[in-house]
T-cell receptor, first 112, second 115 residues
Framework: EAQVTQNPRYLITVTGKKLTVTCSQNMNHEYMSWYRQDPGLGLRQIYYSMNVEVTDKGDVPEGYKVSRKEKRNFPLILESPSPNQTSLYFC???????????FGSGTRLTVV | AQSVTQLGSHVSVSEGALVLLRCNYSSSVPPYLFWYVQYPNQGLQLLLKYTSAATLVKGINGFEAEFKKSETSFHLTKPSAHMSDAAEYFCAVSDQDTNAGKSTFGDGTTLTVKP
């Protein structure tokens, strides 16, 4: 089944403790992207990648890192999480930017 | 720069009535435009997309949208609402060619369908 898989689905962590949210797609898509969703703010793009080793900042990149060493994987790294990073995070992938994204099921992160 | 405005954070319709969800965009170059739907506790699902071919685009679940360049709009419609259409809907824009991969979403519209 074609899908974008994120792990974990739920995560509670403490301020300052480094964490990684994994994202993997099995569709051989070139584009991958991370978003955060907050009530009333829609989805905001954090980082995106056009291909292996090619990444760029979205609208809210502060406090996040990404890497794209393999085509299928696009992990999101929070080096020192803070409570304002408590949010619902989505990974998505696309073959071309005109195709629209296929989304994962989301990761609900709580930073206390 | 690109931006999206969805007019109305909440829309309520009766079952069988017309659904109209509004989206206006701003883009410095010809855009790609998308509508997504999000059901509770799920990820987003692509409903339809405009990529500069036909201006009237048909999507899944009976939805369609019309691209109007003069009005910079891409409103989503469905002739007859069904209870299963209750969800949150997002309009999104990305610029053709420039900053490929960068996309901007609206704040979302929650659709309620009354029996």
């Amino acid at each position: 089944e074609a899908q974008v898989t994120q792990n974990p689905r739920y995560l509670i962590t403490v301020t300052g403790k480094k964490l990684t949210v994994t994202c993997s797609q099995n569709m051989n898509h070139e584009y991958m992207s991370w978003y955060r969703q907050d009530p009333g703010l829609g989805l905001r793009q954090i980082y995106y990648s056009m291909n292996v080793e090619v990444t760029d900042k979205g609208d809210v990149p502060e406090g996040y890192k990404v890497s794209r060493k393999e085509k299928r994987n696009f992990p999101l790294i929070l080096e020192s999480p803070s409570p304002n990073q408590t949010s619902l995070y989505f990974c998505a992938s696309s073959h071309r930017d005109r195709d629209g994204y296929t989304f994962g099921s989301g990761t609900r992160l709580t930073v206390v | 720069a690109q931006s999206v405005t969805q007019l109305g954070s909440h829309v309520s319709v009766s079952e069988g009535a017309l659904v109209l969800l509004r989206c206006n965009y701003s883009s410095s170059v010809p855009p790609y435009l998308f509508w997504y739907v999000q059901y509770p506790n799920q990820g987003l699902q692509l409903l339809l997309k405009y990529t500069s071919a036909a201006t009237l685009v048909k999507g899944i679940n009976g939805f369609e949208a019309e691209f109007k360049k003069s009005e910079t709009s891409f409103h989503l419609t469905k002739p007859s609402a069904h209870m299963s259409d209750a969800a949150e809907y997002f309009c999104a824009v990305s610029d053709q060619d420039t900053n490929a991969g960068k996309s901007t979403f609206g704040d979302g519209t929650t659709l309620t369908v009354k029996p």
